[in-house]
């Protein structure tokens, strides 16, 4: 059983530029969740897919998009690059459709830092 | 208001049993209580979670309140390998996501 794969491993970008980050869901998971995560905080939800349709997103502008793919890998996208969004990008894979608190906790992976010049 | 509230850090010594509490006073019948930890340098790792009865696996214990308004996380030995910050999250009906406060910050030492 695989785990939850990031790619790339960092990221140096420049204000205004554009950044796409993937990740790799666990094995016979088909929910993918992504959180933002700034330096002493905790992480913060920004958007969930569930077989490939988007199913919740949290209080994030819509520069932040993703897509899910058939296979349940998932890429976010983040336009127009902002000094703020300097962080910690986590991606969590689930397997959704279960009930509540049964089946349906989620597996981080490592994370993708992503640093603005 | 999925909040929950956690002191900022907490010491233990090598192989002694940690309580990591919890304040939930809002929570409602149907919320669930999570707890994740984050190692140095990883994402988010699942510990445990519980609804009213407490609840036991191989990396901790959870005791929920009678009255669900508090919770701990015990750690029966803790090791250095336990440092890390834990994190206490009301899971809202049906709702997947994970709402992150700042966390306990839980030093190890020998």
Not at chain 2, 62 to 67: C, N, S, T, V
Not at chain 2, 71 to 99: E, F, N, P, Q
Request: proline residues 6%; charged residues 15%; aromatic residues 8%.
């Amino acid at each position: 059983e695989t785990g939850v794969t990031q790619s790339p491993t960092h990221l140096i970008k420049t204000r205004g530029q554009q950044v796409t980050l993937r990740c790799s869901s666990q094995s016979g998971h088909n929910t993918v969740s992504w959180y933002q995560q700034a330096l002493g905080q905790g992480p913060q939800f920004i958007f969930q897919y569930y077989r490939e349709e988007e199913n919740g997103r949290g209080n994030f502008p819509p520069r932040f998009s993703g897509l899910q793919f058939p296979n349940y890998s998932s890429e976010l996208n983040v336009n127009a690059l902002e000094l703020d969004d300097s962080a910690l990008y986590l991606c969590a894979s689930s397997l959704g459709g279960s009930p509540l608190g049964t089946n349906n906790d989620k597996y981080f992976g490592p994370g993708t830092p992503l640093t603005e010049l | 208001d999925a909040k929950t509230t956690q002191p900022n850090s907490m010491e233990s010594n090598e192989e002694e049993p940690v309580h990591l509490p919890c304040n939930h006073s809002t929570i409602s019948g149907t919320d669930y209580i999570h707890w994740y930890r984050q190692l140095p340098s990883q994402g988010p790792e699942y510990v445990i979670h519980g609804l009213t009865s407490n609840v036991n696996n191989r990396m901790a214990s959870l005791a929920i309140a009678e009255d669900r308004k508090s919770s701990t996380l015990i750690l029966h030995r803790a090791t250095l390998r336990d440092a890390a910050v834990y994190y206490c999250i009301r899971r809202t009906g049906t709702a997947s996501k994970l709402t992150f406060g700042t966390g306990t910050r839980l030093q190890v030492t020998l």
